[in-house]
DNA sequence: AAAACAATAGACTGACTGGTCTACTTTAAG
DNA sequence: CTTAAAGTAGACCAGTCAGTCTATTGTTTT
């Protein structure tokens, strides 16, 4: 009744176009088109656009959390170079898609949040997992003496999260990695220090 | 030809209906519905619904600038209790409409970016005029010695409007302010502060 | 072999989309 | 008073939307 390929390719297709055109602007009809399903196994699958959006940003969610684990909790790179990683891995991509597609869920966020409960429900999930993932490496940071946590380890997560969500917002609009680049500057230069 | 009634009220009902639906998912029926203007007076006024997107985007830019530099070049007040102040309205603001609406410009930049030059120029314009009234603000509080600027004021203020707008959106997703106020704390902790 | 079920296939539906069209009313100029 | 233009009014259009429907094919299970 589950996996299957077709569903799989359903997914992958409809992850592309609603990362570059979001979700009210990608029908489904053109999923379809893009990976040569036709429309009864779409509704085989899924029981409406609503449930199809959800196993995207599912899908999306675990498949990124797994570069997040590998990048944030390797435990022979010093934690902050670690994050430095990271945030030179999410310029590579901003440079791969052409500036143009940024963060799925951000983006999503940002168009249905207002929208759907169900839908900001489930970002709101991807969001703090991934936020526990900073807190995991930020404690590691300050464990080994590299940085000084002046609010708490939560606190630091989202204002790194939500400075760089908001960085990657800006280098679309801008279509270059600027605002990246500074974030990251100024975040270890002045942030992530040790104690004075 | 130009200025009237029932063009404002238009770009008045498109701009509150925009920025809670996006723009994608506000038709040009439900902006005629809601202020009771039949479809021949809005093409009369707007070529076309881009057309009609860049007149809302811009009377709101216009009205946005208005308050920012109330805000932030109101010279009676110290720099950084100016910012204080910008970071203070925006947290009411986010409060008032229930965390769904957020920044109209923020949330177009994110949807459109990508899918349309015209718009994207229109957005990054709007951001690099508010980038500008960060820096002069900056650059004030630099001179009277409140802080030091360690990069340069544009980078600084690039950090400090793509930092906000992350935590604009992450409050969104949260349906709390929470975000707003970890970016603000962090900030004027370890980033807005004086030469050691 | 037969029955049961999963999956594929796409024509079709009603609602809605942005946009056009013609008709009418108001305003301003000569 | 006449005439031209600005603005109002909404029926209408082709295309697209998410979603439904019936029919058919594959694959198990019995």
Redesign the pocket.
């Known amino acids: 009744?589950?996996n299957?390929?077709?569903?799989d390719k359903l997914i992958d297709s409809g992850a592309q176009l609603i990362s570059q055109q979001g979700y009210?602007a990608?029908?489904?009809?053109?999923v379809l088109k893009t990976c040569?399903?036709?429309?009864?196994?779409?509704?085989?699958?899924f029981?409406?656009?609503?449930d199809?959006g959800l196993a995207v940003i599912e899908r999306f969610a675990i498949r990124y959390d797994e570069t997040l684990i590998a990048l944030l909790e390797d435990s022979d790179t010093p934690p902050l170079e670690r994050l430095r990683r990271y945030f030179a891995a999410g310029r590579e991509y901003m440079h791969e898609c052409d500036h143009a597609t940024g963060c799925l869920i951000g983006n999503l966020g940002q168009e249905l949040s207002g929208q759907s409960d169900t839908f900001r429900d489930a970002l709101n999930l991807v969001f703090q997992r991934w936020e526990q993932r900073f807190v995991h490496c930020l404690n590691d940071a300050q464990a080994q003496g590299d940085i000084a946590i002046r609010t708490t380890p939560e606190a630091l997560a989202s204002f790194i999260l939500t400075g760089w969500e908001g960085a990657i917002l800006r280098a679309k609009t801008l279509k270059s990695v600027e605002p990246m680049v500074h974030f990251e500057t100024i975040l270890f230069q002045q942030v992530l220090v040790p104690s004075p």
Chains 1, 2 share one sequence.
């Open positions: 009744m589950k299957n390929a077709t569903r009210n990608t029908g489904i009809n053109a040569g399903v036709p429309k009864g196994s779409f509704y085989h699958y029981s409406s656009k609503e199809f």
